[in-house]
């Protein structure tokens, strides 16, 4: 046997006994690995833990809670508007947020945020308004739901319509003052007394 073959075995044998030792390894404190928590009781764990907040993207969100949101998320809302809407101005991005387009450029240069544009993109708010991402920025932000919210009359509202159907004589009531003057209307309901309405148009 060479010295060279000698010296091989030598250093397979050695790493092959390391190697098995390491499983016999006895560790302090044996088998168990113990963490800090381990001795807190479940109040002390609850404490822990921070508050648990909800973002919805699908819908348009307010100031305060855009900025109440970590950086990254942040940047995540500004990019599904981009993905979304592409073409938004910043001023309808700070109109949907509810703040004005300087504060919102302020906001985005100051912790380094960006709404992303297409290429060869030119700021144009009528043509993104007539265009198709404009009619669905629209709805996205209810801006197509301005409609006045048709409600069925009280007894007493109904009453007054049927007042002056009947033609009773009344006096006018100034536009400021008509909350006043169906609350008096509701006061003075089943007293049996008698109330005549007059309607200028």
């Known amino acids: 046997m060479t010295d060279a073959e000698y010296l091989f075995r030598q250093t397979s044998k050695e790493r092959k006994r390391d190697g098995w030792g390491i499983y016999n390894k006895k ?3 044996g088998k168990t690995v113990r963490f800090p928590s381990d001795s807190m009781s479940r109040k002390e764990k609850a404490k822990l833990n ?4 909800t973002y919805r993207f ?13 950086r990254d998320l942040q940047q995540e809302y500004l990019d ?3 993905e979304k809407f592409p073409g938004v101005l910043n001023t309808m ?13 302020q906001y985005l240069s100051k912790y380094k945020l960006k709404i992303k544009r297409p290429d060869g993109w030119k700021p144009d708010a009528k043509k993104f308004n007539a265009s198709e991402d404009g009619v669905a920025w629209s709805k996205w932000n209810g801006y197509d739901k301005v409609e ?5 009359p009280t007894d007493d509202e109904q009453a007054v319509v049927e007042a002056v159907e009947e033609n009773v004589e009344v006096t006018a009531v100034n536009e400021n003052d008509i909350e006043n003057f169906i609350m008096a ?12 309405i007059e309607v200028t148009l």
């Open 27 to 29: 560790r302090q404190g």
């Open 50 to 53: 921070g508050e648990v907040k």
């Open 58 to 70: 699908r819908d348009p969100l307010d100031w305060k809670e855009f900025r109440g949101m970590s």
């Open 80 to 82: 599904l508007i981009s």
């Open 93 to 105: 991005v700070a109109t949907s947020l509810g703040t004005t387009a300087n504060s919102l450029n």
């Open 148 to 152: 006045e919210e048709k409600t069925d």
């Open 185 to 196: 209307l509701r006061m003075l309901k089943g007293t049996g007394a008698k109330v005549t």
